[in-house]
């Protein structure tokens, strides 16, 4: 019997990058056994669960997100025991798993696509999404790739061209195939029945095409925000309507979360890259038959401040009546928070994470972060990334936030591995390192340990709704309540230390730690430079 089938709802989530957390046999690449050896640093920041970004078997062209065997271990992280293994011991230490799952797309060498691609008369030659070209023999359509160029790929064999919204080797599967949705669905039993508690969906709004491959309008307006919108690339040119986000996706995610409910106590958190990101997590996540939550890019862009986050925040609760957010501020795919918003004190970081902590929702936070890393400077000849390679130097690609943790500062390569690492570790990361963060009361580490301790006995802040107040300029103020019960979160988000007139006098709410708390008079509250208070009403 599950004693909480609903753990997800309020959950604060870890992801780990496996290649960059912890190398167990001196490869330079991170691996499996490697992150069950550190499960009690994961274990005492006092999170929930462990998302694993992909170790399937893969040509690593994107490191990992190409995958040419859903069902086993790259060799790279491990095997399919040490998975187990690291079930077991997460279990043991009441931290659930979930993993990647990269269903609208496999790599050029999974088995299904050299199949797909021999002819176009074999059992899988609709599985993937292939067409003929204009008789000019240029592309189908307009559709473009997020990695840049077009979207479709001549091959030579069919004579035909077969979509990628990534990469060229990342071929689209053709989800409007039976059989296709039918395999894919089984590779998720298949990690089920192995004991995970839940799924992080990759690219969730790709997995359908529309069928008439009908051209994509322009954008009306190139701003940057989702996944693949970055002025440097002709992707954000587009709107992208037919390319994905089609309305088949909604009936596919009822049946991926029927295949759940039969496993209670496990979960989803899609990931959506999207023209209009917050009505589709909205969409994708109302009426209790679809996923579980999901999360957007809207906070994972260089736009910060509390206009931002309040007009965000309040836009995706207009929006989900009965669907549940995940909140996310950094990860895999773009620049270190303390880089992207421009943080320049310690102070700043705990802001920034007791916003993040405090709002309705379920949280990811991503290996580092609670260190307080900083955007890796690298150079191009240490770049990997297909992406920054690409587009290299407006944009320098995911690399600088995929460099190894930095477990000791005494140590090489900062305690990660005793080889070269895969990526060098950052000189500037050093001083930032657990061993260091450890043994200081006051550091960042030691904030994100306390402040995860106090939420999880937070009911309020696991289940309640949230109100947002009027307030002075660069100050969030909101509530979260619960049956009677209220409490108010104030953050001043700037260097300047500001006054906040309140309705009525709070009562410091007991046990936060100690960089929380401002100072009362009457019924104003006086917040010093990135303060915070937690107080009930």
Request: charged share 25%; glycine share 8%; hydrophobic share 35%.
């Amino acid at each position: 019997m599950i004693k909480n089938p609903n753990w997800w709802r309020g959950a604060v989530i870890y992801q780990v990058y496996p290649r960059s957390f912890y190398d167990s046999n001196g490869d330079g690449i991170g691996d499996l056994p490697g992150v069950t050896a550190k499960l009690d640093y994961i274990a005492n920041l006092n999170v929930d669960a462990i998302w694993l970004s992909p170790f399937f078997t893969s040509p690593m062209k994107d490191f990992g997100y190409d995958v040419s065997d859903y069902r086993n271990v790259d060799p790279i992280f491990g095997t399919l025991e040490d998975f187990d293994e690291l079930i077991a011991e997460a279990h043991k230490r009441d931290l659930k798993i979930m993993i990647d799952q990269v269903l609208s797309h496999s790599s050029d060498q999974h088995p299904w696509f050299v199949e797909s691609r021999a002819s176009r008369d074999n059992p899988k030659a609709d599985w993937y999404v292939w067409a003929d070209p204009k008789s000019d023999g240029t592309p189908p359509n307009n559709w473009l790739s997020v990695f840049g160029g077009s979207a479709w790929a001549w091959d030579s064999r069919r004579k035909q061209y077969y979509l990628h919204n990534f990469l060229t080797s990342q071929p689209d599967l053709n989800f409007h195939n039976p059989e296709v949705q039918e395999q894919v669905l089984s590779d998720v039993k298949f990690w089920l029945d192995r004991g995970v508690d839940g799924f992080r969906l990759d690219a969730i709004n790709f997995c359908f095409h529309d069928p008439e491959l009908r051209d994509n309008p322009a954008s009306k307006a190139v701003a940057e925000g989702s996944i693949g919108v970055r002025k440097e690339n002709p992707y954000a040119y587009q709107f992208h309507k037919y390319d994905k986000t089609q309305p088949e996706n909604i009936e596919f995610l009822k049946r991926l979360r029927a295949l759940l409910d039969q496993y209670p106590g496990t979960t989803t958190v899609g990931e959506i890259g999207d023209d209009n990101s917050l009505q589709t997590m909205a969409d994708y996540t109302s009426d209790g038959d679809k996923l579980h939550m999901a999360y957007s890019f809207d906070l994972l862009t260089e736009q910060h401040g509390a206009d931002f986050f309040h007009k965000t925040v309040n836009t995706i609760e207009g929006k989900l009546t009965d669907g549940w957010p995940c909140w996310a501020i950094g990860n895999h795919d773009v620049a270190r928070v303390a880089t992207r918003w421009n943080a320049t004190s310690e102070q700043q970081l705990k802001a920034y994470m007791a916003m993040l902590l405090t709002l309705r929702g379920s949280v990811c936070i991503y290996q580092g972060e609670e260190l307080g890393l900083t955007e890796a400077e690298l150079q191009y000849e240490d770049l990997v990334d297909p992406y920054g390679i690409t587009f290299w130097p407006e944009y320098k690609g995911r690399d600088g936030c995929r460099t190894p943790m930095v477990w000791h500062h005494e140590e090489s390569h900062a305690g990660f591995s005793d080889a070269r690492p895969w990526l060098p570790v950052y000189d500037d990361h050093y001083n930032a390192a657990v061993a260091v963060q450890h043994a200081e009361d006051n550091s960042l580490l030691a904030a994100y340990r306390a402040f995860l301790a106090w939420r999880k006995d937070q009911p309020i802040l696991l289940k309640g709704d949230i109100e947002f107040s009027k307030s002075p300029k660069n100050t969030l103020v909101y509530t979260r309540s619960l049956g009677d019960e209220t409490v108010m979160v104030a953050l001043n988000l700037s260097e300047s230390a500001v006054t906040i007139p309140m309705p009525g006098a709070g009562t410091p709410e007991p046990d936060t730690p100690d960089f929380v708390g401002g100072q009362w008079h009457g019924k104003d509250l006086k917040l010093g430079p990135w303060g915070v208070d937690i107080a009930r009403l």
